[in-house]
């Protein structure tokens, strides 16, 4: 059967659901020798190897039957309690999710419609817009600066357009780092609220700081004014592993129970043994490990600004991380497109930012993560870049 006897038979919503863009770009950078910074992936030699192995090992001896058992699709009862111990709410609350990858789908097949209007921030995570983008919707973006989300924007879409929700990644973002100050997350809570519009908070990276401090998450200032209004995913996959695919939605109870019936149809449950292993792994040891994370990406955030700022030529602008994995950078008058072209003969790669931008745009923009780089190969790697970038502005 060739490729079209499939594709007839494919229903409406197969062709909403495409290869993403930044996937078929990563294969090109894979090449061996290329000095990659375009992929999202966390730093492997943080992962808790050794610690994973003695007590997954411990707990397949000891409690095996459970672990290896059908579980409870709200999640296994004592990580939920975990969370929500941590964001003083009732364990109804709290659902564990297969990644927060599967939060942002579940909330798509609860939240929307075909044609029903989504506002997220231009630009915003690609797998959230994947997400999202196969349950049809019409995208509302909202311009963003460093400090997150333009309100002024958003207020000026709220008054043309009732969104299902408004997503928003108020720390440390991906693709932007991004990290919202707490007078504006105060005035996005309050303006959610006023217009009766639920606020997903996607927080991915909320323990990556680098500074010591922590801002109150739209949860907790959402929850402090007794509103009710917020829905937030939280991950383990920055903080501990990405491939054991645990993560957690918290919201208010009506939220949780009909995401529950909707992860019913997609897995059943995260698997019981992964959460079995992140609840082991968060009894010991967990904030000083977050910490030492927090160390080695400040490290090497630092080393690439660096970097930047020794290398590239004026006219380029970079963010200066104070979290997360990402430097995001707007390049002037030069398509990133063409400049991931040109440092492809250099060896190095990044991904554009274009397919971050859900309504279009943002062709001079991209993005460049540090995590998995050493700081030599991030120094060489923005050398090259550089000099991948001045041939095309000796064009322009
Ligand atoms: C903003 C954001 N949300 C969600 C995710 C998905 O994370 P998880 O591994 O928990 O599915 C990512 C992963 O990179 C992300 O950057």
Do not use: C
Request: proline residues 6%.
């Amino acid at each position: 059967m060739d490729n079209t006897y499939w594709t007839e038979r494919f229903g409406g919503s197969a062709a909403r659901i495409q290869a993403s863009t930044i996937r078929e770009l990563l294969k090109l950078t894979q090449r061996p020798g290329v000095l990659s910074f375009a992929g999202g992936l966390p730093a492997p030699e943080l992962f808790p190897k050794e610690e994973a192995a003695q007590k997954a090992a411990q707990i397949l001896r000891e409690r095996g039957e459970r672990a290896l058992q059908y579980g409870p699709t709200e999640g296994y009862a004592p990580l939920r309690e975990w969370v929500a111990q941590r964001f003083g709410v009732e364990v109804e609350e709290v659902l564990i999710t297969t990644g927060s990858q599967q939060g942002l789908d579940l909330l798509g097949k609860v939240f929307l419609d075909e044609g029903s209007p989504v506002l997220l921030e231009a630009p915003s995570y690609l797998g959230a817009i994947q997400a999202f983008r196969a349950y049809g919707p019409r995208f509302v973006t909202v311009a963003m600066d460093a400090e997150g989300m333009d309100l002024e924007a958003l207020e000026e879409a709220l008054r043309r357009e009732r969104p299902r929700f408004i997503y928003a990644i108020p720390t440390f973002q991906n693709p932007s780092s991004a990290l919202m100050p707490l007078s504006r997350r105060e005035r996005l809570v309050e303006i959610a609220h006023a217009h009766g519009v639920p606020l997903v908070e996607d927080d991915a990276y909320a323990e990556l700081y680098f500074d010591g401090k922590k801002l109150p998450t739209l949860f907790e200032l959402d929850r402090a004014q007794g509103y009710g209004n917020v829905v937030y995913l939280g991950s383990f996959s920055k903080v501990l592993a990405p491939g054991l695919r645990v993560a957690y939605a918290v919201g208010p109870k009506p939220v949780i129970a009909k995401l529950v019936q909707a992860k019913q149809g997609a897995d059943l449950h995260t698997p019981v043994l992964n959460q079995m292993l992140v609840h082991a792994l968060v009894q010991e040891g967990f904030e000083a490990r977050v910490a030492r994370i927090r160390e080695v990406y400040r490290a090497k955030a630092e080393a690439m600004v660096r970097a930047l700022e020794a290398h590239m030529p004026p006219g380029v602008r970079f963010s200066r991380p104070r979290g997360g994995m990402f430097v995001w950078m707007e390049l002037p008058g030069v398509n990133a497109q063409a400049l991931l072209e040109e440092a492809l003969k250099e060896d190095v790669a990044f991904v554009p930012g274009a397919p971050f931008f859900a309504g279009g745009g943002g062709e001079n923009t991209l993005r460049l993560s540090y995590a998995t780089m050493t700081e030599g190969e991030i120094q060489e790697g923005m050398r090259r870049l550089s000099q991948a970038l001045g041939r095309l502005l000796a064009l322009v």
